[in-house]
Nanobody
Framework: QVQLVESGGGLVQPGGSLRLSCAASRTIFRIYAMGWYRQAPGKQRELVATCTTGGCTDYADSVKGRFTISRDNAKNTVYLQMNNLKPEDTAVYYC???????????WGKGTLVTVSS
């Protein structure tokens, strides 16, 4: 098992930036995939970005060029740098960990990001 704790959410104006952090309860070096998902009010949870042991290359089309996911194995932490935020980015952002390919997912409790003027 792995416990995940997100932080860094808040209220930001359109065009602003935030950095989300996800701290894991154990080493993430061998965890196959870690990522960020989001769920807006009245919508389904959707993928934002993921890192696998092969690299951090998977992004939703809606965030490409604005968001960057990174993985710091030494700190057991995954980050999501969000730039040029838009009102449609407003959602609860969840961190996920998938220790094995095709295995179960573990989730954090989420952090709220609100983009509004």
């Amino acid at each position: 098992q792995v416990q995940l704790v997100e932080s860094g959410g808040g209220l930001v104006q359109p065009g602003g930036s935030l950095r989300l952090s996800c701290a894991a309860s154990r080493t993430i070096f061998r965890i196959y995939a870690m990522g960020w998902y989001r769920q807006a009010p009245g919508k389904q949870r959707e993928l934002v970005a993921t890192c696998t042991t092969g690299g951090c290359t998977d992004y939703a089309d809606s965030v490409k060029g604005r968001f960057t996911i990174s993985r710091d194995n030494a700190k057991n932490t995954v980050y999501l740098q969000m730039n040029n935020l838009k009102p449609e980015d407003t959602a609860v952002y969840y961190c996920s960990a998938q220790p094995q390919s095709n295995g179960v997912y573990y989730w954090g409790k989420g952090t709220l990001v609100t983009v509004s003027s």
